[in-house]
């Protein structure tokens, strides 16, 4: 049974134990027996509605305890940013830093809430931030923001794809007004348009102000489709607020090009003795280990090449209240090694298109709340320092895993780290050998 | 100004401010002044742990009761899974379903939890959930399991390389023997290798029992690298444990067609009427809103074609334990709509490769153990019914957006549901204009 | 041998047969004895030159007779398009169409040329175009076009590269005034940037006139530089005339939003009898053949949605005198099958980068140029027609290989053109098992 | 008119000059007017079937003259390589090399014709040939070879489809015996499955023995598929011999990690000395530029990292037979350039997936094949050696255009030999400013 078929053959037979396939395939029938009761959804959210919730799918009452009785009573405060709420889940945050970061935005010291249950995150970053505030911080700049909405028109041919386009260019200022009457914070700035047959993409690009801004963009933009339908001299067969070419949610090459978040890079130029004190590596060593992690990367058809940008941002992304899908979208980029002349570190990160903002969605929550306030960067006039601070961690993370990679020391920090036996320092962690526990 | 230079000049101009370039410029210079206190980091965590943390960064009294003081007393429940703990950032969880899904591992109805800070998300699952489950079920398979971990070594020479390959394969059998001495529920069972000139990426495959098992392998790699460095006739100049091949943590492509995590597709057929009923849509609208997103999703660049798979994965894989960052490369795959020879849809969607697991890492924590157990899906032998209803899940989210599109509504549930006025069930909630709050 | 490695370890036995490892290693081991002369390279282009450089390499007097002697005396006609000439390759141009075009730019009736080796694929083209003929013509249009070329520049800092940014836009009258100075016919219309830590990128984005116009933007650019190093007030470390950014020889995702060459679409509505007739299947199984395919090729990571543009492409481009090495490039698109309300087909290409021109380049050879006027489009105001009749072409080509695949003709094809056996009329080749040779 | 709008709006008042949009989009319109009479088409090939042709289409007489008449009478060579052929492609041949190659199936000093009508094209690759050879040649060697194709089957649920695989894998011995009916050098050597919903894609791997085999395999899969429809258990509604997932002839992103067409890498170590004569630049400025080209190219969302494989892959494709539209597919792959602790440059190209064959295709044509016999690869057993000379030139084409670029003579030397200028030897060509013309 040689080659990947012989794989397949062994999954199967170890899924299927004695069964037979066509026995087991039955099992995948729908089945309108004795369908469940499934509840009415409510965005009433309050801890009576969570009981009554519980009480209408029977759950377990010491489940029931753990998830809603257990937590603090403020499941009220939670209306708005999500339905059919029956509890709350909590999650440990640990510190990384203070940071010292020099933005534009941002310009001092941040101590880092990073909302993780995986071993070995804080503690990796922790030693990055050590290091960049060692080297008197790292520079961080945003160098765009917007965000954009790609609603979809179908016509039925090119030739009145083309027509509508050529009216809708010339609308512009008229869409503007519109999208002012939705939003008092939105700004439309820009509409680019694409063509594919009888089918056109309108990519309009908004300011949020602090906001992330997505659905804002989706109200601005609804209210000048409703406008376009009514009015164009071309009526389109069928049009779609969003036509999935915005890149919404999903990592999209198209990022790094054109507009979506913010555009943020970071740097720093760190001598050779602090690398080998704070991340027992060399320079060398280190660019060596990027090289071949950049190409790893291009070689498995990543976009960007980078380390592990998510494991930063998505904790971060947690204990600040950004959305966490947004993950998926902006935990990409490039990150850069090099050695320079005076034989230093010359090391940056740079990010196409984060989805950050300090106020609205989840920013306002109690702990989230709590966690931008200990960082000083809660309310309005702070997202562009936000976005500057999460570029300095994520270069403080690639630091950090590229020195654990090439110095050897990766699995052990985990192995030690994982099995809770890891007590001291952040930066002896992934000596685990030759340090007392 | 017209162009892209325009509005870059004009973002410039906007940041700036009155400030000249090169004042603003001075800013983002390293400032090695008074460089401010970096705690050493702590794999011990307790409560008087985190006071002393904060102590030691002075952080506001009233923040630390929000996310201290005012969490239920588990914190030293948590070690193991971070470091540097400081506090318990709080969520809220939501309620999908029950959603039916006829597995081959899964068979049954599932309250599906969710956590979540952004509004009409649970609605929109929910939505769909409740059409799945009237028709009887989704369809979910799990198609392979497996997780990679791929470690990079460097020779001289790409003639090294091929010596060192040929070698490496007929150690397979001692190579298995090796990585059962560092676990007990992972098993290797593939090597394949890949050549770019003198660097030799092997790409290692292993079983993982119930445990998403990214550590597990790490270690048990580990463990074959150090007998590699020490045996192979001909030894590697550099190697590392993660040569950034394997796709950990990154959107990729290569998900598609080799083994990452669990390969898992689920499917229905749904009657228009339901669809009516439910989505307020026809299979024909559906069918066409799914072939312009599709391909917007292409023009984007992104992997695979799909709508929102991250919302969905990221609030599931928080309330269960899962690692958040995850989702990053999990949110990729195929979601695919027809019109079917009655008339009906047929919708399904495929993801080549989510990292779930029902023991280790945080799935173990009180709240996210209870949203486990709520699904009963904890513990030993689940995993694979994990990952069926979690496919499940994402096609009710993927019939939700596409039908929200479709149909017009989708600006305007999340305009209603985000500003706290929706109060009726999911399946109205897009019906804002014409239904009662 | 299960697994991936079965398979790698029996290559490897088949290439060594008895032969060790270490003794092949050894023949790729760099070796100094008795190299060979290599002849200076000369642009000079002759029959004399040519027949001093095959005596200057001993070249067999029979190959050289084939690819010099045999050819018609017009190698001298070659100067300036090539370097170190030896002779004259010969290929066979097959004719589709004509194709009826309807364009913004062309207008008309075109027999189209084709250069391949390849059975089948001139068959294959000309039903297409027999087909889309038959219902009156493709419509075909130009969307934008415009050639870049993205100069990169290292800074010291990103504080640096914001600077030199700040002052570049500043610049841009002047840029155009300098490309001025380099050509002509190429105007320069917008300058955008992209910051990655200390590396700036510039894309510049001409107009060419008629041109493909790469080497007219590579000038342009480098007056561009030439100046932008004398005068920036922030002096770059390094610069390049071309960074790899501007997608140049390489499929790229960033084609489909930014600009490079021509952005064109194709399209038609075609009644279901004309599939039947020309075709033998039926929209219905097209469109289902379509959704597939286009799947197929997302899963395999190709950048677009389409079936072989690259055959019709390569063949026009080389008997159009077009860069053949820009297939790679121009070869990315989206081609879109729709079953129509009233039953018949709709089908589109979209190409949102193809590079063509009719003066420049090979274009004015003897024979590329008797094919651009074969088809009345050599010279100047001709390059946009071109583009439309290509886009035409590549349509015909999609039709034909997806009716061939859903109706089954696909190998039959290919096993009846390739053994020279197929004589019959073109619409009847896929027709292999029934009809008369 | 700020943005992106703004140059669209340029564009269309370009195009549209005086016309109003809805005049020229009638322009569009399908116009069944005095359609033109379209050819039968023919497989046979001869100068009087041309001839026929060009009386039929009513062909000016003076390009008949160039395309069919003065060319030598050799058209009926070309039968079973192409249909309604008009006449014959003439484009010169230039001489790169001879490069000498330490392969293992390759080794010697190989003189490389290459077809092109691009100035500077020969002239570059050549000075990267006469590096390679002055350092005693590079290293190159084929890492796997096989060729597929990928059959999708439709099936009404998943579970069919699951059933389905279990049987077809069960059938592999049989599946190769019916493939070895068809080809008497194709084996079939594995078989992989990919579910999507209720899509099956099978991958068939075969080795071709000295072909490119794409035919050969597509008609071994055409009888399985035969076999299957007949034979299988659970009957599938609809199958396609090629579903779209093989790769074929597009870029993919997929080749890097499974099997299509010959993997290859090639590879050098240079001493300083020699960057400098014959590249006039150093080891340090090449690697830096490599470095920001890599990223430059992942920025603009290539697959892998190179600079122009196109150029070289494109013009020895043509000179030696292979399918041109090929080069989509084959132009992928990374080039990686070091410097060496000695203080050399360590370069080296790894192509995952190029289709060259020895024998089939266009390969037996007369010119085809001579350039064939002048490099002494024609004919079975030396498919191998050309990929691995194929693989050596693009080595060359990659050390040169880097060191053009980082030395800044890219522009020059393309203004030069575009205008026919140049003419003393390729290593002084980029030096046009300070060498004699």
């Known amino acids: 049974?040689?080659?990947?078929?012989?794989?397949?053959?062994?999954?199967?037979?170890?899924?299927?134990?004695?069964?037979?396939?066509?026995?087991?395939?039955?099992?995948?029938?729908?089945?309108?027996?004795?369908?469940?009761?499934?509840?009415?959804?409510?965005?009433?959210?309050?801890?009576?509605?969570?009981?009554?919730?519980?009480?209408?799918?029977?759950?377990?009452?010491?489940?029931?305890?753990?998830?809603?009785?257990?937590?603090?009573?403020?499941?009220?405060?939670?209306?708005?940013?999500?339905?059919n709420a029956i509890g709350v889940l909590r999650m440990p945050i640990g510190l990384a830093g203070p940071l010292r970061v020099n933005g534009f935005a941002a310009k001092g010291d941040y101590p880092i809430p990073l909302a993780t249950t995986e071993a070995a995150l804080v503690a990796s970053y922790h030693r990055g931030c050590r290091l960049l505030t060692a080297v008197g911080g790292c520079s961080a700049l945003v160098l765009s923001e917007s965000v954009n909405r790609a609603p979809g028109f179908v016509f039925e041919t090119a030739a009145e794809a083309c027509l509508f386009i050529v009216w809708a260019l010339g609308q512009f200022e008229e869409f503007q007004r519109l999208a002012a009457t939705s939003t008092a914070y939105g700004q439309l700035v820009d509409v680019a348009c694409l063509v594919e047959g009888n089918h056109v993409y309108l990519n309009f690009e908004f300011t949020t102000?602090?906001?992330?801004?997505?659905?804002?963009?989706?109200?601005?933009?609804?209210?000048?489709?409703?406008?376009?339908?009514?009015?164009?001299?071309?009526?389109?067969?069928?049009?779609?607020?969003?036509?999935?070419?915005?890149?919404?949610?999903?990592?999209?090459?198209?990022?790094?090009?054109?507009?979506?978040?913010?555009?943020?890079?970071?740097?720093?130029?760190?001598?050779?003795?602090?690398?080998?004190?704070?991340?027992?590596?060399?320079?060398?060593?280190?660019?060596?280990c990027w090289r071949m992690s950049a190409i790893g990367g291009v070689l498995s058809g990543t976009l960007g090449i980078h380390g592990h940008f998510a494991n930063g941002l998505a904790a971060l992304y947690l204990a600040t209240g950004q959305d966490a899908a947004c993950v998926a979208e902006s935990a990409v980029g490039v990150t850069r090694f090099e050695v320079t002349e005076d034989g230093g570190l010359y090391a940056s990160v740079t990010l196409p298109g984060i989805m950050?903002?300090?106020?609205?969605?989840?920013?306002?929550?109690?702990?989230?709340?709590?966690?931008?306030?200990?960082?000083?960067?809660?309310?309005?006039?702070?997202?562009?320092?936000?976005?500057?601070?999460?570029?300095?961690?994520?270069?403080?993370?690639?630091?950090?895993?590229?020195?654990?990679?090439?110095?050897?020391?990766?699995?052990?920090?985990?192995r030690k780290l994982a099995r809770g036996r890891g007590t001291k320092t952040a930066e002896t962690w992934p000596l685990a050998a030759d340090s007392p526990p």
């Not at 198209?254 to 003795?273: D, Y």
């Open 356 to 414: 950050v903002g300090t106020v609205g969605g989840g920013t306002g929550l109690p702990t989230q709340r709590a966690c931008l306030e200990l960082m000083g960067l809660s309310g309005t006039g702070k997202a562009r320092a936000l976005a500057e601070v999460c570029a300095g961690l994520l270069l403080a993370g690639e630091l950090s895993i590229i020195a654990a990679l090439s110095a050897g020391h990766f699995a052990r920090a985990h």
């Open 209 to 288: 102000g602090d906001a992330s801004g997505q659905n804002m963009v989706t109200l601005a933009t609804q209210v000048i489709c409703d406008a376009i339908v009514e009015r164009s001299p071309v009526r389109p067969k069928r049009h779609y607020v969003e036509s999935n070419l915005s890149g919404d949610k999903k990592a999209n090459a198209r990022s790094f090009t054109t507009a979506r978040g913010k555009k943020v890079t970071a740097e720093a130029h760190i001598p050779a003795e602090l690398i080998a004190k704070h991340l027992r590596s060399t320079p060398q060593e280190m660019a060596d």
């Open 1 to 83: 049974m040689t080659g990947k078929r012989g794989l397949t053959q062994e999954y199967a037979a170890r899924i299927l134990g004695n069964e037979s396939p066509q026995h087991a395939a039955e099992r995948l029938r729908p089945d309108l027996q004795a369908l469940p009761h499934v509840p009415d959804g409510s965005a009433q959210i309050s801890r009576e509605r969570a009981r009554a919730l519980w009480d209408e799918i029977g759950g377990d009452p010491a489940l029931r305890e753990i998830l809603l009785e257990r937590a603090p009573d403020e499941l009220r405060l939670y209306q708005g940013n999500i339905e």
